[in-house]
Each structure stands twice: as C-alpha cells, then as structure tokens.
C-alpha cells in the first residue's frame, strides 16, 4: 500500500473532470434518464486505470461538476440562457443534493474500480502453488 503525498492533485483532478466530463456527456447522448451518471461512472473507472494512486476524492468532485455543468449546458442549448438560469432557481434543494450524493458517489466508485482492475492486472502472480494461507 502506498503512502498519498496528499489529498487532492490538481493533475488528477484536471485529468478526472476531462475525462469524467466526456463520459457524461457520451452517456447523456446514447443512455436516457440516467446516462449522465454512467458515462459517469465509466470515464471514472478510466481515471482509475489512468492513476497509480487512487483518485477517488479528484474522480469525486469531478463527477459532480460534470454532471452539473453538462446539465446546465443542455438546458442552455435547449431553451436559452435567461430559461437555464430560471431552471436552476427553481430546483428543488432536495433533488440538487440526491443529484450531487449520486454524481460523487459514481465518480468515486468509477475511480476504485478502476484502481483496483489496474492494480490486479499489474500485481505480479505468485506462482508457488501455495495459497495465501498456507504456511
């Protein structure tokens, strides 16, 4: 296990809200409802993959600016910017913290899968025959 040099890297994190944001914005195109939150969590497994060290925080918050920006920019391609700023006065507070917990929650998970198939498939095999917990 690898000891962080720090929480948050602005590298990580400029990598995470490119790549997150592209996902969103594939996800929201092909999948209806929720392709937000798939390309979501796909361009975060990719961030995953990307990191030797896990960029679970950065993949986090990147998910929730994603998702947000891309919303209010298909509302502001749709109907105008004055009807988008309209929209987001009147969202209800509770369904824009489901949608920030969710966002977060996607990008996070996205991120430690990814991480953790890189690792399995970088992790050298023991080819003792032993398992684990023999001695």
Same mark, same amino acid.
């Given at each position: 296990?690898?000891?962080? &040099?720090?929480?948050?890297?602005?590298?990580?994190? &400029?990598?995470? #809200?490119?790549?997150?944001?592209? %996902?969103?914005?594939a996800g929201m195109e092909y999948v209806p409802l929720v392709g937000?939150?798939?390309?979501? #969590?796909? %361009?975060?497994?990719?961030?995953?993959?990307?990191?030797?060290?896990?960029?679970? #925080?950065?993949?986090?918050?990147?998910?929730?600016?994603?998702?947000?920006?891309?919303?209010?920019? &298909?509302?502001?391609?749709?109907?105008?910017?004055?009807?988008?700023?309209?929209?987001?006065?009147? #969202?209800?507070?509770?369904?824009?913290?489901?949608?920030? %917990?969710?966002?977060?929650?996607?990008?996070?998970?996205?991120?430690?899968? %990814?991480?953790?198939?890189?690792?399995?498939?970088?992790?050298?095999?023991?080819?003792?025959?032993?398992?684990?917990?023999?001695?």
């Amino acid at each position: 296990m690898t000891v962080r &040099a720090s929480w948050f890297s602005p590298k990580r994190f &400029a990598v995470a #809200l490119v790549t997150v944001g592209i %996902g969103a914005v594939a996800g929201m195109e092909y999948v209806p409802l929720v392709g937000t939150y798939v390309g979501t #969590l796909l %361009g975060a497994f990719v961030v995953g993959l990307a990191f030797d060290e896990k960029p679970t #925080l950065e993949a986090g918050v990147a998910a929730v600016i994603a998702v947000f920006g891309v919303s209010l920019v &298909a509302k502001v391609i749709g109907d105008g910017l004055i009807a988008a700023i309209i929209g987001l006065i009147t #969202l209800n507070p509770q369904a824009l913290a489901i949608s920030a %917990g969710l966002s977060f929650a996607t990008g996070t998970f996205g991120a430690h899968f %990814g991480n953790d198939l890189r690792d399995g498939l970088t992790r050298p095999v023991d080819e003792s025959g032993r398992l684990p917990d023999d001695r």
